[in-house]
């Protein structure tokens, strides 16, 4: 009776202990589903390449790496002896200009009176051809006017400076640097662009929609919490298979059926509180925890 007695508490605890257990498996499959989260995240931002309009020697870089600069601050400056001996070329030639239509429309002017007092005193021929020699002129001082413009305008970028608030990073140029015109010089982080990228199983994506509550931990502040929103997810990310191979054909890697890796879906997150210790920084690594609905 007693052995009989024995056996059915062992049993009653086994199946009590097999209960717990798939409540708590259940419990954290609900959390896998409604509450995802991911240590694969990474704070991005937006990287500003600056880009000098015209080439020339840096004779002034008030900048240093990784220093903060706000919008219109001067990053480097390019020599303007050549710009400004172009302006004053192109000033030169406005003036030519300006003087040979002064002397045109006073052809032409002498031109219209006199076949206006006696009309075979000029042909009609030698009156159009004054017209026209006015016409001419006035063109070639709009488009000394626009040389002019152009050259004030390739002196003015001379001077390159940060078109927003941000962070000069990995500068590489010094005093005597050759710039190249429409070449990238240096990167500039934009202070207001930073997000968090957080790549999610395509398993635990059903439920996320734009406007979730999100918590970002970032490893180099583990004891700070984050606050943001989901923004947007990803719609495509790209495939290795079927890729053209050199001659063309689909180019298809093996697939290995008992082994099923979930791809990677990029969630973006918009970050709402940022804590005043927090130095945000492109890269570094972060855990985001989404709250669905």
Partial sequence: ?????T???????TLAAVIVAGMVLA????????HPWTRDGHVRAQVIKITPRVGGPIVDLPVQDNQAVTKGDL??????????????QAEAKLKQALASEMVKEDQAKRARDLSRKDKGAISEQSLVRKENDLLVARADVEVAE????SAKLDLEFTEVRAPVDGYVTNLLLRYGSQTVANQPALAL???SSFWVHGFFKETQIEHIRPGNKVVVKLMSYPDAALQGIVE??????AQQDGAPAADLLPSINPSFDWIRLAQRIPVRIRLTHVPEEVDLRVGTTASVFVTTE
């Fill in 1 to 5: 009776m007693g052995k009989s007695i």
């Fill in 146 to 149: 626009a040389n002019l413009n």
């Fill in 189 to 191: 982080i934009d202070t």
């Fill in 232 to 237: 947007n997810m990803g719609w495509g990310i």
């Fill in 27 to 34: 419990n954290m499959y609900q959390e896998y589903l409604f």
């Fill in 7 to 13: 056996s059915i508490l062992r049993y009653l605890v």
């Fill in 75 to 88: 990053l480097f400056k390019i020599d303007p002896r050549t710009y400004e001996l172009a302006v004053e």
